[in-house]
């Protein structure tokens, strides 16, 4: 069964400095893989996505991602982090094999950006 | 461009009773999926519609039904409502049931069920 995990729960960075948000997941076949951001009671805005192609993918609001095959990751990252870039990030995924959008989330990460 | 809006925002029901939440989708988007997303957790999949038949299902009891509509609006009812059922549903749109089309989201109802 696909699974994905987000080992920390919050992610704490001075404004300015780089963030990485980390993803780990399982799937049997091959990983369509996704970024979600959650502001205070709103629903998920979406990121970024990879498919196939270049590991680097870039996203909304200067954020991008690396696919690591090897070590089955997908980490968020941002050069310089911005106070407004505090919010709830879900990474996701839907296993190829799926016929339906089914697509498992992890339980989230809340990043925390002090001025 | 028109964005997925859900009604009602916020709702209080009683154990025991029934509940139906809508949902508007995306212009132009044809698939609409529901999630549950309890408190502190991430959202979790209940089921998807394409072209009005459920298209897939999470790990949800019956009690939990939908619909769609031929405009593509969405209904989610939940039958004989438990303390569990507390939590934000989320209803997203997208277009088609591909494997690479992201979800656009609507901003959920609150359902509190005491």
């Known amino acids: 069964a696909q699974s994905v995990a987000q080992p920390e729960d919050q992610v704490n960075v001075a404004e300015g400095n780089p963030l990485t948000v980390k993803c780990t997941y399982s799937?049997?076949?091959?990983?369509?893989l996704f970024w979600y951001v959650q502001y205070p009671n709103r629903g998920l805005q979406f990121l970024l996505k990879y498919i196939t192609g270049d590991n680097l993918v870039k996203g909304s609001y200067g954020f991008e991602a690396e696919f690591n095959k090897s070590q089955t990751s997908f980490h968020l990252k941002k050069p310089s982090a911005l106070v407004s870039d505090s919010a709830l990030y879900f990474c996701?995924?839907?296993?190829?094999?799926?016929?339906?959008?089914?697509?498992?989330f992890g339980s989230g990460t809340r990043l925390s950006i002090r001025p | 461009e028109t964005g997925v809006t859900q009604s009602p925002t916020h709702l209080i029901k009683t154990r025991g009773q029934q509940v139906t939440l809508r949902c508007s989708s995306q212009?132009?988007?044809?698939?609409v999926s529901w999630y549950q997303q309890a408190l502190g957790q991430g959202p979790q999949f209940i089921f998807q519609?394409?072209?009005?038949?459920?298209?897939g299902r999470g790990n949800f009891p019956p009690r939990f039904s939908g619909l769609q509509f031929p405009n593509y609006s969405s209904e989610l009812n939940v039958n004989a409502l438990e303390l569990d059922d507390s939590a934000l549903y989320l209803c997203a749109s997208s277009l088609g049931h591909s494997y690479n089309s992201p979800l656009h989201f609507g901003n959920g109802t609150r359902l509190t069920v005491t």
């Open positions: 996701a995924v839907r296993e190829s094999s799926s016929s339906a959008s089914k697509i498992i």
């Open positions: 519609y394409y072209r009005e038949e459920e298209n």
């Open positions: 212009s132009g988007h044809n698939t």
């Open positions: 799937v049997s076949g091959n990983p369509y």
